[in-house]
């Protein structure tokens, strides 16, 4: 990006930051210094009290009740009214009313490619809960037919993507949270002009936030004169709104309904190691192809309508109208998607399930470890019961604050025989579970709550196959450029301990 187009950037965005604090600042104002009268209080006061009775009722996380609890407390006289104002906005309720539109449309369309489940469960009946939750409740099937590749670090990835793309004969799609001009996105971007000039259908999606400084203001009007079609998701706009907490944290490339790619890895240079941002960039991801390919169209079609607001007929993209279905195999997989407005945290459940089954061990790789009780006291059990539990985390933080919290959990893994290491030669970004030489999820969400519990995230659950393998294989041979964590490691001065204590308690937010 040139000076020039930067410097229109951050004056647009930054007069967006300054009229979201105006309008917070007015209403702060308002209710502390306007001429509302004792009764006016009173009921404010007693608005505050119902809220929290009501956040306390809620089937909710206890990380968000507390600090609602600990906020309505402590500014009794507009807590309530803010609390009001934030989960009852048309916006909100917009996008979760379209959310379950596109689910909807997409239920039977997920089906078409013959999933695996009663035969997979009939062989391996022990997972058949793991199996039946993804498929009969969130709605996600699992296939066999489906051939998986596992890629260490986003250089690998990034080399057979660009092979790929240029396979391509019918569509492209791109669902990405960030995307900045570099090296990386760059050698993509060419050859999806020469695809989009040969006929081939190109989409792209990406994150408004996660671009926030890094693509010039109507990226999306560029890469629509190059014939790319391309939308953003949910603009920032300077409107106060929690609807803003909402972002599309996905990351996805599907080639002609055969071919899809997740994982943890961003279209920018520091994911290839082309530019160092924070030392040496681990991440990981997972290329499938065959039948589980067409899940990962019908996540990406989703989210487009949710965006653009358009009807289409997501059937039309399906690629084996009037072909054999694929026969290869190396296993199972069921690709899989998280939504905030569902009521159901598929991302945080796929993981819970695969601590409860593990039997010898779990491995896990994560760029953030900020627990709620739930996965907190998942992780803390199976290590009591004699599962090897090992979480791997950066070494180097890319914000000190996050990365403070995280390491405010340590002590209590320890306790419970968690094994912890942080990886030395710089910032690893991978997320990835793998546990007893079978199972593995690999996708974009992170251990913490907004990957969780507020963004769109997706992933791959596996079972057998060359990624599980290659996975575990990895995990154990990056140990080697890692520190492991002790219990000495742990005991921080007074300060740090408090410091720690006040950021678990706005952890939610983070």
Not at 3 to 12: G, S
Request: hydrophobic share 40%; net charge positive.
């Amino acid at each position: 990006m040139n000076k020039k187009n930067f410097a229109a950037l951050l004056l647009h965005r930054t007069l967006i930051v300054l009229l979201l604090l105006l309008q917070l600042a007015l209403i702060v104002y308002v209710l502390l210094s306007g001429p509302a009268s004792e009764e006016i209080r009173t009921v404010l006061k007693i608005c505050s009290l119902f809220c929290c009775l009501y956040i306390l009722s809620r089937h909710d996380k206890g990380g968000y009740k507390l600090i609602w609890t600990f906020f309505l407390l402590l500014f009794p006289l507009f807590g309530g009214l803010v609390y009001l104002f934030s989960e009852w906005q048309y916006p909100v309720w917009k996008m979760r009313r379209r959310t379950k539109t596109v689910a909807r449309k997409a239920e039977p369309l997920l089906k078409q490619a013959k999933p695996a489940n009663e035969s997979f469960c009939q062989h391996h009946p022990s997972l058949r809960p793991s199996v039946d939750y993804l498929s009969r409740t969130a709605g996600f099937p699992l296939y066999d037919g489906t051939r998986t590749t596992y890629f260490p670090l986003g250089e690998r990835m990034w080399a057979e993507l660009k092979q790929q793309l240029r396979k391509a004969e019918h569509y492209i799609f791109l669902e990405y949270f960030i995307v900045q001009p570099g090296q990386m996105w760059n050698e993509i971007l060419e050859i999806l002009r020469e695809k989009a000039e040969a006929g081939v259908k190109v989409r792209l999606l990406y994150d408004d936030f996660g671009c926030f400084f890094l693509l010039p203001r109507h990226y999306d009007r560029l890469l629509r004169s190059y014939g790319i079609e391309c939308a953003v998701f949910n603009p920032f706009r300077p409107l106060l709104s929690t609807v803003q907490n909402n972002r599309d944290h996905r990351k996805i490339a599907v080639i002609d309904g055969r071919v899809a790619f997740t994982g943890g890895i961003n279209l920018a240079d520091e994911y290839i190691n082309a530019y160092e941002k924070h030392g040496h960039w681990k991440d990981t991801a997972v290329m499938l192809e065959g039948k589980a390919a067409w899940s990962f169209t019908v996540l990406f079609l989703q989210m487009w309508d949710l965006t653009t607001g358009t009807e289409e007929d997501y059937a039309t993209y399906y690629p084996w109208r009037g072909c054999p279905l694929p026969t290869f195999s190396d296993g199972y997989a069921a690709p899989y998607a998280d939504t905030p407005h569902d009521g159901d945290n598929v991302g945080e459940h796929v993981y819970l399930q695969i601590l409860h089954n593990a039997k010898h061990y779990v491995y896990i790789n994560t760029p953030y470890l900020i627990l709620d009780d739930s996965i907190l006291s998942a992780l803390c059990l199976a290590a009591k019961s004699g599962v090897d539990i090992r979480i791997t985390t950066p070494h180097k933080a890319d914000k000190w604050w996050v990365h403070m919290t995280t390491r405010s959990y340590y002590r209590q893994l320890l306790e419970a025989g968690v094994k912890i290491y942080e990886y030395t030669p710089g910032f690893l970004h991978a997320k990835s579970f793998v546990s007893d030489d079978a199972v593995a999820a690999i996708g974009s969400v992170n251990l913490d709550f907004r990957s969780l519990y507020l963004h769109f995230e997706c992933g791959v659950w596996l079972y057998g196959g060359r990624a599980v393998t290659q996975l575990r294989d990895d995990y154990l041979q990056t140990l080697a450029c890692c520190q492991p964590i002790t219990a000495e490691d742990c005991r921080h001065r007074l300060p740090v301990r408090l410091l720690q204590a006040c950021l678990r308690l706005v952890a939610p937010l983070m």
